[in-house]
């Protein structure tokens, strides 16, 4: 009995170690099922839309496969847009680091923010728009 006592927490800690290693990333997962991160955010962009001329805006770069994938997609739709391309303009890539941009394309329409290419969402936000 007296062994059991000393060496119950030499064998509790690497059993709770590994249970903590395997159910992780599982719980992780579960919660981001939940509560998925949202497909866009709201705001209000009227001075990025003044200072484009239109009320469709992408951050992007040239070799972006996603960002391709956008000017196709408004190509198709007859969506009227201004580009700004971040590996080629220093204005362009400021701005896009003061609005916190992580990834490319970086898409402003309407009152949305969407980061990232999200086919359904893009046209969801260009239908809202143009209402």
């Known amino acids: 009995m007296n062994l059991i006592k000393k060496l119950l927490p030499f064998l509790l800690i690497p059993a709770f ?3 903590g290693l395997y159910a992780g990333p599982r ?4 919660y981001r099922e939940l509560f ?6 709201t705001g209000d962009h009227a001075a990025l839309y003044a ?3 239109r009320p469709v805006v992408m951050y992007a770069t ?3 496969p996603y ?4 000017r196709e997609l408004f190509a ?3 969506v009227e847009y201004t580009e700004y391309q971040i590996d080629k303009s220093k204005e362009a ?3 896009f680091i003061a609005k916190q941009g992580i990834g490319v394309p970086l898409l402003y329409i309407g009152d949305r923010r969407i980061d990232g290419y999200r086919e359904q969402v893009i046209l969801d936000a260009v239908a809202a728009a143009r209402r």
């Open 93 to 95: 890539n400021a701005d």
């Open 36 to 41: 998925p991160e949202p497909q866009y955010t």
């Open 76 to 78: 198709r739709n007859g």
């Open 67 to 70: 960002c391709a994938k956008a």
């Open 17 to 19: 170690f590994a249970l």
């Open 62 to 64: 040239t070799t972006c």
């Open 51 to 53: 200072k484009a001329g």
């Open 27 to 30: 719980l992780a997962g579960f």
